[in-house]
């Protein structure tokens, strides 16, 4: 294959052997913001979001007591801060008309 002609993924410097692999194994359209996209899991991927999917599953490990919290960006905080809250001081304020947010804004409740 001539240089001019391989696909701009398998260009990528940042992309492990084992991703660019995938990829040339993967469903591919042409993407309006990125030059490709890929089914990947069901999902219309880009090439990075794929070698990060790939690097998770590869490495993380997830514990008992794990919790994780996750939001698309962009999305807000407010509510993110408030579930965070509830679960870390579950013990401490049980359900009643005494739990801080109720009358508080979550943002307060965080230490700068």
């Known amino acids: 294959m001539a240089s001019s002609s391989v696909p701009v993924y398998l260009k990528d410097e940042n992309l492990t052997q084992e991703t660019r692999d995938l990829l040339s194994s993967l469903p591919s359209e042409k993407g309006w913001l990125v030059s490709q996209m890929y089914q990947f899991e069901g999902i219309w991927q880009t090439q990075a979001l794929v070698q990060g999917i790939v690097n998770c599953q590869k490495h993380f490990e997830a514990n008992d007591s794990d919790v994780i919290l996750a939001t698309l960006a962009k999305s807000g905080t407010t509510w993110l ?6 679960l870390i001081h579950r013990h401490k304020f ?10 508080t804004n979550p943002h307060p ?4």
Do not use: I, N
């Open 81 to 86: 801060k408030a579930l965070l809250f509830a």
């Open 94 to 103: 049980p359900v009643s008309g005494k739990h801080p947010l109720l009358v």
């Open 109 to 112: 409740l965080y230490p700068t």
